[in-house]
């Protein structure tokens, strides 16, 4: 089935958005703030609307991808009154308050709204790579789920319009915890001559392994308690001791190494070096920590 959809602001981003719209043969009517940039998308076969308030007048579901919220409140606030009764699906990056507050401000001039996350670059929309989150009433995303698949693999998280950008920043977390994992390593490993390409596997593998713990850890961490079966924070801390050693021999950066070690001992030192690693959770979880 073909549904129409709306897209406003064609960047980089939206104008993805709305080609894969196209391309899954949605009637798609686009909108940008500087009207040149619809030009490419109209010979493609969208419809051009004339301005904001035509583009909102086009269809129930309103794609929205511009830089950021602000943008939101600029090209959408002097139009309120066209809002009424349509989904507004915000795809612009944020954070978990701002997606709540703009729920709540879609909500007070009668539309619904689902907040996303799109955790892809350009050139993967419309293709099963690109992971799209969206958070709001699930009848919101049902309703129009077949419309947004076309823009990748799509799921919805839950009724609270911050989970997208919650899940979104905790992915960045991962993301980058594993690269400055892999980079001490291969940092380390160049002082002996080793290049990052021959390290690189070895890297995937223990990256893989550590990933398949997870859901056991998360258990742990779901009931509060945290037995230690298969090594002790105790016997992690030796570990973490000749990772520091290792980097200062090597003179290699340290910056990594003592921070894993800081946060295990202070765990140590509150009396939970017998208990696993997930332990830690509790340091992570108070905001009085550094
Ligand atoms: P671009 O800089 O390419 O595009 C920004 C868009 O926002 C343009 O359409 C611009 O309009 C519009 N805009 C900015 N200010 C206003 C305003 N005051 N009123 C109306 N329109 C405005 O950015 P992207 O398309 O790359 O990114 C868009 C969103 O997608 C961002 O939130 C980004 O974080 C997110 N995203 C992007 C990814 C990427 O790889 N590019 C990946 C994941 C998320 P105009 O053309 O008139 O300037």
């Known amino acids: 089935v073909s549904n129409s959809v709306t897209v406003l602001g064609l960047g980089l981003m ?45 269809g129930t579901l309103v794609v929205v991808c511009v830089s950021d919220y602000a943008a939101i409140h600029q090209a959408l606030d002097p139009h309120v009154e066209h809002l009424d009764g349509r989904l507004l699906v915000n795809l612009t990056s944020g954070d978990s308050r701002l997606a709540r507050e703009t729920a709540a401000w879609a909500n007070n001039h009668g539309a619904h709204y689902l907040d996303g996350a799109i955790m892809a670059v350009p050139p993967a929309i419309g293709t099963a790579e690109a992971v799209i989150l969206h958070s709001g009433p699930q009848s919101d995303f049902e309703s129009h789920e077949a419309t947004l698949s076309a823009l990748g693999t799509v799921s919805h998280l839950g009724a609270d319009h911050g989970l997208a950008s919650l899940y979104d920043v905790a992915g960045l977390a991962m993301m980058w915890s594993v690269l400055n994992a892999w980079l001490q390593g291969t940092a380390m490993l160049r002082t002996a001559g080793v290049n990052a390409a021959t390290y690189a596997p070895f890297a995937q593998q223990i990256a893989n392994v550590v990933a398949e713990w997870l859901p056991r850890y998360a258990e742990q961490v779901d009931s509060g308690s945290f037995p230690a079966e298969v090594s002790s924070l105790e016997t992690d801390i030796a570990a973490m001791e000749h990772l520091l050693a ?5 003179g290699v950066s340290t910056e990594l190494p003592r921070l894993i070690k800081t946060i295990a001992d202070r765990a140590v030192a509150a009396g939970r070096g017998r208990e696993q690693y997930p332990v830690l959770i509790e340091e992570f979880s108070r905001s009085s920590r550094p």
Do not use: C
């Open 14 to 58: 939206g104008r993805a958005l709305a080609r894969a719209f196209l391309k899954a043969g949605h009637p798609t009517t686009v909108w940008n703030r500087t009207a040149s940039k619809t030009d490419a998308l109209v010979a493609d076969g969208a419809h051009r609307a004339e301005s904001i308030v035509d583009a909102l007048r086009a």
């Open 246 to 250: 290792e980097s200062q021999a090597a």
